[in-house]
């Protein structure tokens, strides 16, 4: 039976078996459960492989100074440490492989701040792991400066300030135990052009964010199990995304290109996924439950009106125009259990290209080289009046399960269980050419943003618009809105 289609039976199952059947050790045997389950994998060292000495400080970082390019090291079990100093670090070479036999550790001491630095490419790390390290905010432990092509496999990157890892262009990153980080998983972050070509399977990805960024510096969209940042092609399947504090996923500014299949996204604070101000985007397959009871009730206890999304697309869209495996984006095949709400597609009116408004500073769509040119007046005609805006459009919701029930997610506000399509009235800058409802009504009814064939169980609300109007299901399936042709709602047949 495959990952997926074990899943699914839990899900089936879950009103009539115990909840134990969705614990660690269930999940073990369909390789769900990758933390504290790896494989006992290189138990000796290979022929030719340098042997570090666990007894000696640094000899990791000695044998490798001293070795020549694609050189394998074996780290036998036992408590390995580098420099006594917070610049203590390995710097690998051109095709270097590090191996860990079952119960080797490679320990920051809560001094070192990175453990694998530079930028050397074709690095081979596998069944280690990696903790105590001291990274700083935004910075990461493992590929701290995002070397290119490296293989992160069977190691698991544990209680670590900062990010556990860092990404550079076709990473992988596969069957690892991310968890309980400072603030990331994985920072896929690179200066410059972005990165390229990442692919993210088969992890456990779980408890990140424990040092609490969006309190300790609000606004700053720092946290979660995993951050892309300009990642153009990423392949994100068949992880286990769970108990994060703050999003699961997050792609923020300019990413491109993304397939995220056949994960189980569940128990995140805040949304499963984030697609935000993005490109063309393939969601499907995936099981996500129980995400985003955390943030929702904390906006709906404030009185907050705004549908806090379990998946958010905000200012992202398909787009033709950015090469991809495909020109929209496509949420479908899914399955919704008990979250806080559905699928919010949200467009902020004054966010665009050199906005004062866009907190992605210096940030330009993909279709503008040169930011200076959105600017009055030539904004306020095309191509620039349609190009300097990141545009929620080309999106489609269908052939999805969503269900819930308000007493299960602890809902007493009626602000859960809600399906949204909104903007906000645009008021700034001055010369921006999208003031008033210009946005709103674009978003609503002109980009190409529907919803269609889903399957929903419990009272779902839908809001169209903006936040001050709520619809029954009848009413967004007819006119204005006319979404969810095809829909089945708590068993009716679908009206086609």
């Given amino acids: 039976m495959s990952r997926f289609a074990f899943a699914l039976a839990i899900l089936l199952l879950s009103s009539l078996v115990t909840p134990a059947l969705t614990t660690s050790s269930a999940l ?51 408590t390995h440490t580098l420099a006594g100093d917070q610049f203590g670090q390995v710097i690998p070479k051109d095709g270097d492989v590090y191996l860990g036999a079952p119960g080797a550790v490679l320990d920051g001491q809560r001094l070192n701040r990175a453990a694998f630095t530079q930028q050397a490419k074709d690095v081979v790390i596998r069944g280690l792991v990696v903790q105590n390290f001291v990274a700083p905010q935004n910075q990461g432990v493992v590929n701290h400066d995002s070397g290119e092509h490296w293989i992160i496999e069977n190691t698991t990157v544990q209680h670590n300030t900062g990010a556990g ?83 699961g996923l997050w792609a923020d500014t300019n990413n491109n290109d993304f397939l995220v299949e056949k994960n189980l996204i569940e128990d995140n604070d805040a949304e499963a996924l984030f697609y935000e101000i993005s490109y063309n985007l393939v969601f499907r397959e995936n099981i996500v439950r129980r995400n985003t009871l955390v943030a929702g009730k904390i906006r709906a206890d404030k009185g907050d009106a705004f549908p806090a999304g379990t998946v958010y697309v905000s200012e992202s869209g398909g787009e033709p125009r950015v090469p991809a495996r495909t020109g929209i984006i496509d ?60 545009k929620t459009q080309r999106v489609e919701i269908h052939d999805n399960t969503f269900s819930f029930a308000p007493e299960r997610i602890g809902c007493v506000t009626g602000r859960c269980g809600r399906m949204a399509v909104l903007s906000n009235y645009g008021t700034y800058p001055p010369w921006s050419p999208y003031k008033g409802t210009t946005v709103q009504q674009a978003i609503t009814h002109d980009q190409e943003n529907y919803w269609f064939s889903n399957t929903y169980r419990g009272p779902w609300t839908f809001v169209a618009g903006d936040t001050s109007r709520t619809l029954t299901a009848e009413q967004w399936q007819t006119s204005p809105y006319d979404q969810d042709n095809c829909a089945s709602f708590d068993g009716v047949s679908p009206r086609c």
């Avoid at 300790?216 to 720092?222: D, L, Q, V």
């Fill in 331 to 390: 949420f479908h095949d899914n399955v919704f259990e008990d979250n806080w709400a559905g699928i919010t597609l949200w467009e902020n009116a004054d966010r665009f290209c050199n906005s004062p408004a866009n907190t992605s500073t210096n940030s330009c769509t993909k279709l503008v080289t040169d930011r200076a040119r959105c600017a009055a007046p030539d904004i306020a005609s095309p191509p620039l009046r349609d190009d300097c805006r990141w």
């Fill in 165 to 247: 890892l860092m990404a550079g262009d076709r990473q992988e990153v596969r069957h690892s135990c991310l968890r309980d980080n400072g603030q990331y998983g994985m920072n896929a972050y690179r200066t410059g052009n972005g990165i390229t070509g990442l692919i993210v399977e088969g992890n456990e990805i779980s408890g990140n964010n424990t040092d609490d960024w969006e309190k300790r510096a609000p606004g700053c969209g720092c946290s979660g199990g995993v951050k892309f940042w300009v990642v153009d092609g990423a392949d994100v399947r068949g992880n286990w995304v769970h108990h994060n504090h703050g999003a």
């Fill in 28 to 78: 073990a045997d369909e390789g769900w459960a990758v933390c504290d389950h790896q494989p006992a994998a290189d138990r000796e060292a290979p022929p030719g492989a340098v042997v570090i000495d666990p007894a000696v400080p640094g000899d990791l970082t000695i044998r490798t100074r001293d070795s020549p390019p694609g050189t394998t090291f074996w780290l036998p079990p036992g």
